[in-house]
């Protein structure tokens, strides 16, 4: 124990002490961690979406396994069993008066969802989307000349022939996933995410989000995003859609005070999931749509509400694609048009923050690599994963960002990483053994 202790005080001293040298020799740091995440804590969402330290070295679940799929939701999410640290993170959020206190609407099946008599939707205090209300800043368009591509409802069978086009075309899509299809669909949910495309949340079963309660709210939101944590090595969603568009001020408070979701809706609505309906669309109407919005300006960028729900609907944007290249728009992943990475805890290439060998992330300040790096000449901070291979060495099978991003079985290698002191106990005395090795 005492030797811990001075092994762990001595962590902590040349942690501090030998910032600016580990900073010059970032690659030391990935080597010394090969598979621990960066992990910022300001945010509330990383301390419910992290390893404890008892845990940490924790396999997730197979993916698929039996094991897996009953740790999650069968269904709609039961109020009563949702994680503690959630409630709390809920009510700390509403005594903290960041969430506002407006009334639940009434759910009327599939019809819009209504406020009682009095509440005006359109009003800032309320602002429902689906009654055309947009609060200032939410995302409902690309900037100028971009087609962002996403699809909602996945994952699903149509989803694999999206996948292996979007492949071939070297295209890349935000998936906004329904938590039960990625329950009942393992196998399609680890292809789509392996191929490189980004995940995002879409409610666990899909439920008018206006029409939820706080709790039930965050049982959509939550559980979805633990499943997606959970089976993607440890990635935390940035991006949710709303089902139906339908969400007002109160539910994208519990969204983004509890769990950083930042909201995204769209401009243009092909309607595709009514290719199957009878008297739904057909695909000659969403191939005039899209020639429409294609040919038409370029500002605001499109973002168009499209869906994997049927083999119709992934055909309708494989007939648009050559069009959406030909008439010039820069097409991409709908999270890497709008934002640098689809997740909270990954960097711009999409790939896990690696660790970095530190006490305390903050104090080490690493996490921007552009604006804290630039004044140190070949400082390239943990967040660079291109040039991580080259750095590792065979000493370190899992070492670099590329390899914990690039693996088949990434969902093995993750880690959260805790920045608390009482966690460097157990998980940074190695590496700064072997920096004081290196000084
Ligand atoms: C998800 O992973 C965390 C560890 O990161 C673990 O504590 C939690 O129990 C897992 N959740 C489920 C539902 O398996
Ligand atoms: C990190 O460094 C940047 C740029 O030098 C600075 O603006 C920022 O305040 C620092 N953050 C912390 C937590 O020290
Ligand atoms: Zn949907």
């Known amino acids: 124990m005492k030797s811990t202790f001075v092994l762990l005080a001595a962590s902590l001293v040349s ?8 900073r010059d020799h970032s690659e030391i740091a990935k080597r010394a961690l090969p598979d621990r995440w960066f992990q910022d804590d300001a945010h509330p969402v990383h301390q419910l979406f992290k390893r404890a330290p008892s845990t940490d070295g924790v396999k997730y679940a197979e993916v698929g396994s039996s094991t897996w799929s009953a740790a999650f939701p069968e269904g709609t999410p039961d109020v009563e069993k949702l994680p503690a640290a959630w409630v709390k993170a809920l009510d700390d959020a509403v005594a903290a008066g960041k969430i506002p206190n407006i009334p639940v609407a009434k759910d009327n099946g599939f019809d819009n969802p209504t406020y009682p008599q009095g509440v005006d939707p359109v009003s800032p205090e309320v602002c429902s989307a689906t009654y055309k209300c947009r609060v200032p800043g939410d995302v409902w368009d690309g900037p100028d000349g971009t087609f962002s591509t996403s699809f909602d409802d996945g994952p699903l069978p149509p989803s694999t022939k999206l996948n292996s086009f979007l492949k071939a ?3 890349r899509a935000t998936h906004f996933m329904i938590g039960v299809n990625i329950r009942a669909n393992p196998k399609i949910f680890t292809e789509t995410f392996e191929m490189g495309n980004d995940i995002a949340v879409h409610t ?6 206006t029409a939820q309660s706080n709790k039930q709210i965050l049982g959509q939101l939550g559980w979805t995003m633990e499943i997606i944590h959970n089976s993607t090595g440890g990635r935390i969603p940035r991006y949710w859609r709303p089902p139906f568009g339908d969400y007002d001020v109160r539910v994208r408070a519990v969204a983004r005070e509890v769990f950083g979701l930042e909201v995204v809706i769209w401009n243009q609505d092909t309607d595709d999931w009514t290719l199957t309906e009878k008297d739904g669309t057909t695909p000659e109407k969403i191939s005039a749509s899209m020639n429409q919005w294609l040919t038409g300006p370029k500002s605001p960028g499109l973002i168009v509400l499209e869906h994997e729900l049927s083999d119709q ?4 944007f494989m007939d648009a694609y ?3 290249k030909k008439n010039g728009w820069k097409i991409g992943s709908l999270a890497k048009i709008i934002g640098d990475s689809a997740y909270q805890n990954t960097d711009p290439s999409g790939n896990v923050r690696p660790g970095i060998v530190a006490a305390n992330v903050n104090a080490l300040n690493t996490t921007s690599s552009s604006s804290s790096s630039s004044s140190q000449s070949g400082s390239t901070t943990s967040t660079t994963p291109s040039s991580s291979s080259s750095s ?17 079985n990434s969902n093995k290698n993750g880690g959260l990483q805790d920045a608390s002191v009482s966690f460097a106990l157990s998980l940074l005395a190695p ?8 000084l």
């Open 15 to 22: 942690a501090r002490l030998t910032h600016q040298h580990l």
């Open 313 to 316: 609907s992934v055909q309708a």
């Open 169 to 171: 075309n070297n295209e």
């Open 204 to 209: 666990y079963t899909h439920p008018h989000m």
């Open 322 to 324: 050559p069009a959406i």
């Open 392 to 408: 590792s060495t065979s000493t370190s099978p899992s070492a670099s960002a590329t390899n914990v991003a690039a693996s088949s």
């Open 431 to 438: 590496p700064c053994a072997l920096l004081l090795s290196l």
